[in-house]
């Protein structure tokens, strides 16, 4: 019964058209023709199949969209690196939600461009703002949202098509197993295309989360609106 309760009340709320009581934040960047792929993906692709009137009087529009699964923000689903694991639509959806973790490391990303969020960079957040909570969403903020949605600022490189000439931050793999073991994270996420550094050979992090069915997200936009944490 618990499942059918809490519809019921979401539907009460939204039908009650009370103001609600907690701010929306976007943090999407748009889906469309400025959406940045990984290099090798196709175009998207958006057409008007219908738009005017029709006979029968009334207005009528439907578009087709078509994407790659690896462009703008987005999610990378556990099996994306690792063979049998959840595909997006296996992922159990309260999987994806938890409270929220902004670890800012824009000093450090602007001095380094490679840089690797590191265990005691987690430390540090720690000791302002308490133990990173269970099940928590931890998003590394590096300032890089704001270079979005050009691609050799994204990318970081005059090669936007050429991975191996990428310059950006993210996540260092002994940080991820330590926030997998220590802290049981749900998502983890950052504002870069890819959760491995831009010069990953290895793509240990995307490995160590597959492995984990722990889900990433990919260029997360709007952090600086987020509190760096829920209490
Ligand atoms: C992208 O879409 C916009 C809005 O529909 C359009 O004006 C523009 O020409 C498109 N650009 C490309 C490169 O397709
Ligand atoms: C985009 O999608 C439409 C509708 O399915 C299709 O007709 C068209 O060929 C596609 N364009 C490209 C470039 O794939
Ligand atoms: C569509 O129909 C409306 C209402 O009849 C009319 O005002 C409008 O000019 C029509 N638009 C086109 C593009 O035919
Ligand atoms: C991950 O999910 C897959 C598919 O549901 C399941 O077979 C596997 O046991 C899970 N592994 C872990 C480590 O949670
Ligand atoms: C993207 O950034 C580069 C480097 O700053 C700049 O040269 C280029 O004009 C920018 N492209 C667009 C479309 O703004
Ligand atoms: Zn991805």
Same mark, same amino acid.
């Given at each position: 019964m618990r499942p059918q309760t809490h519809v019921l009340f979401f539907l009460l709320y939204i039908c009650g058209g009370l103001s609600l009581d907690f701010k929306v934040v976007d943090l999407t960047h748009d889906h469309s023709n400025t959406t940045i792929y990984w290099p090798g993906n196709p175009e998207y692709n958006f057409t008007i199949l219908a738009r005017g009137n029709t006979t029968g009087g009334f207005w009528y529009e439907s578009n087709y969209f078509g994407t790659a699964e690896h462009g703008g923000t987005h999610l990378d689903s556990p099996a994306h690196f690792y063979k049998d694991r959840h595909r997006t639509h296996n %992922?159990? %959806?309260?999987?994806?939600?938890? @409270?929220? &973790?902004?670890?800012? #490391?824009?000093?450090? !990303? !602007?001095?380094?461009? /490679?840089?690797? &969020?590191?265990? /005691? /960079?987690?430390?540090?957040?720690?000791?302002i703002y308490d133990q990173i909570p269970k099940n928590a969403i931890v998003i590394m903020n590096s300032g890089w949202h704001e270079r979005y949605p050009n691609a050799s600022l994204v990318f970081n490189t005059d090669s936007p098509t050429d991975s191996s000439t990428f310059h950006f931050p993210a996540w260092h793999e002994d940080t991820i197993e330590w926030l997998i073991s220590e802290r *049981? #994270?749900? #998502?983890?996420? &950052? /504002?870069? @295309? *890819?959760?491995?550094?831009?010069?990953?050979?290895?793509? !240990?992090?995307? %490995? *160590?989360l597959g492995k984990a069915n722990i889900s990433g997200a990919e260029n997360v936009a709007n952090l600086d609106a987020l509190p760096e944490s829920e209490v």
């Open positions: %992922i159990p %959806i309260e999987n994806l939600i938890g @409270p929220g &973790v902004i670890i800012n #490391v824009k000093n450090k !990303a !602007a001095a380094n461009v /490679d840089y690797q &969020v590191s265990i /005691d /960079d987690l430390k540090q957040w720690e000791s *049981s #994270v749900n #998502v983890v996420g &950052v /504002d870069t @295309p *890819s959760t491995d550094f831009g010069q990953t050979k290895t793509f !240990a992090v995307h %490995i *160590s």
